[in-house]
Nanobody
Framework: QAQVVESGGGSVQAGGSLRLSCTAS????MGWFRQAPGKERGGVAG????????YYADSVKGRFTISQDKAKNMVYLQMNNLKIEDTAMYYC?????????????????WGQGTEVIVSS
């Protein structure tokens, strides 16, 4: 059974960095999403596994990087220069032939989430 498992969240001060990891295999697209309390889940970054095309939300461009290690079936989200507003539960998701990479409804496999807390 397909399984998506993410890890790597934690607490960090503003300006710091974290790297999230996600393991999954057999999908064409992987995405990172986040949900802050009282807000809807939104797309952060996505990657098309076959050609490594990447996609980012405007709010994280230049600060976050999504990458893959295909041999290890891993996808990473490197988060630099973290801001307080990046605080959220982060989810890894997997799907096939996704049309809109940053739209949550396009994905049918989800991890359990990992919390990221950025403090001042």
């Amino acid at each position: 059974q397909a399984q998506v498992v993410e890890s790597g969240g934690g607490s960090v001060q503003a300006g710091g960095s974290l790297r999230l990891s996600c393991t999954a295999s057999g999908f064409t697209h992987m995405g990172w999403f986040r949900q802050a309390p009282g807000k809807e889940r939104g797309g952060v970054a996505g990657i098309y596994i076959l050609d490594k095309s990447t996609y980012y939300a405007d709010s994280v461009k230049g600060r976050f990087t999504i990458s893959q290690d295909k041999a290890k079936n891993m996808v990473y989200l490197q988060m630099n220069n973290l801001k307080i507003e990046d605080t959220a539960m982060y989810y890894c998701a997997a799907g096939n032939w996704v049309a809109e990479v940053l739209r949550p409804n396009e994905y049918n496999q989800w991890g359990q989430g990992t919390e990221v807390i950025v403090s001042s």
